[in-house]
């Protein structure tokens, strides 16, 4: 990759973290120096990327990032034909529910429908998901093709959350193994204390998975009898996503 592509790049995800931040602490976080930071920063702001607060003399991330980030929502169709879907789910289960998506080994929240619960959850749009600790993560992995699953699980980093995180190879593919044979991932207090999570797979007109939905809720109102009742009609639901993208059960 060009340096001052990665740099730009780099400069945007700090930003997308920070909020607002001067050219003194980005060159610190890019390890550059406060020339290199000021150049990049004007680029970006000559293409609207990012944009100068007077006040604060800070940047922050500027309104064509917002212009991509709905080019791309409109761009993922999966999302359109999901939301009713997943609207008609969260109404009938008093849930919210979460889109999933995988990408360069990397599994993304891409859309939310979220309940009138009190309690907030901490699934959210954009988020990334632990493919070896979250459901929808999991739930994903477990259909990766074997060479892929290979690429995918070499030198991985198992970090732990909990007691309760899959901190080995050889644990996880038995996990794998099971979601495969029952259709659906469990995250037992996997990343968050007191919270559960369920999550099935969302098949298209290949059979591929790339796309799982989720709902996660505190242990207390996530009992056996739920996760079972949650899970069948998240499968339901995948089921009808899947066959929206030409998914056929044969």
Do not use: W
């Amino acid at each position: 990759m060009i340096q001052s592509l990665q740099r730009g790049i780099e400069a945007l995800v700090i930003l997308s973290k920070s909020g607002a931040m001067g050219i003194t602490e980005l060159a610190k976080e890019l390890d550059v120096d406060k020339s290199t930071a000021s150049r990049l920063l004007a680029t970006l702001r000559d293409c609207d990327m990012v944009q100068f607060v007077p006040s604060t003399r800070k940047y922050r991330l500027g309104f064509r990032i917002l212009h991509l980030s709905e080019a791309l929502t409109r761009n993922l169709d999966v999302i359109d034909v999901a939301r009713p879907i997943l609207k008609e789910l969260s109404f009938a289960l008093g849930q919210s529910v979460h889109l999933c998506m995988y990408n360069k080994k990397t599994v993304y929240v891409i859309d939310q429908v979220k309940s009138a619960q009190i309690y907030e959850m901490s699934a959210h749009v954009g988020m990334i998901e632990p493919m070896h600790a979250s459901s929808v993560g999991k739930c994903i992995l477990a259909y990766r093709p074997s060479e892929r699953m290979d690429e995918i699980l070499e030198d991985y980093d198992f970090e732990c959350y909990t007691n309760n995180t899959i901190s080995t190879k050889e644990r996880l593919l038995e996990e794998l193994k099971m979601i495969r044979q029952r259709g659906y991932a469990i995250d037992n207090e996997e990343i968050a204390v007191g919270v559960r999570c369920v999550a099935a797979p969302i098949f298209d007109y290949r059979k591929r998975v790339f796309y799982s939905i989720g709902i996660s809720g505190p242990v207390p109102l996530m009992s056996g009898e739920k996760v079972e009742l949650f899970q069948k009609k998240l499968n339901v639901a995948a089921t009808k996503i899947g066959r929206e993208m030409g998914y056929q059960i044969k």
